[in-house]
């Protein structure tokens, strides 16, 4: 053997000298804990395989609770009764504007179109119905 082979051997065996120093240390504490090191792995394991699954597929992947369902459909039905509302008010402003329009022709003597009437009647049915939605968005929340 050469004095290069030889230093090697040499090299090799402190390494697995120190492998097996580090490796006592490392079943020691295995032994002495079991619990706290399967439940370190399960938690690693899991932990991987969400961050590679949001990683690979691109998505925010995490379980959600009961209560945040219940949270976010709350505002959900709070954005819907907001639009609602403002439709409403939308519609309550036509329906004035077209009311207003009808009194003009009536204090002028001149006979309201048929057009006028049925608008009016459109919009006051639409506010109640909008009025109805509400009301059951509202009965939904409670």
């Given amino acids: 053997m050469t004095n290069e082979t030889e230093k090697e051997i040499d090299e090799l065996e402190e390494k697995i000298e120190e492998i097996e120093e580090n490796q006592g240390t490392l079943v020691k504490f295995k032994k002495k804990y079991p619990g706290i090191i399967m439940l370190i792995a399960?938690?690693?394991?899991?932990?991987?395989?969400f961050t590679s699954a949001n990683l690979f597929f691109g998505v925010q992947f995490r379980p959600a609770w009961h209560w945040e369902h219940v949270e976010v459909r709350q505002e959900i039905v709070a954005l819907e009764i907001a639009q609602l509302d403002l439709r409403r008010v939308l519609f309550s402003r036509d329906l004035s504007r077209f009311v207003s329009l009808r009194e003009g022709y009536i204090i002028r003597g001149e006979s309201v179109p048929d057009w006028l009437d049925e608008e009016i009647a459109t919009i006051e049915a639409s506010i109640v119905r909008i009025g109805e939605e509400i009301h059951t968005h509202k009965e939904e929340v409670d």
């Fill in 42 to 49: 399960t938690i690693s394991v899991f932990g991987t395989l």
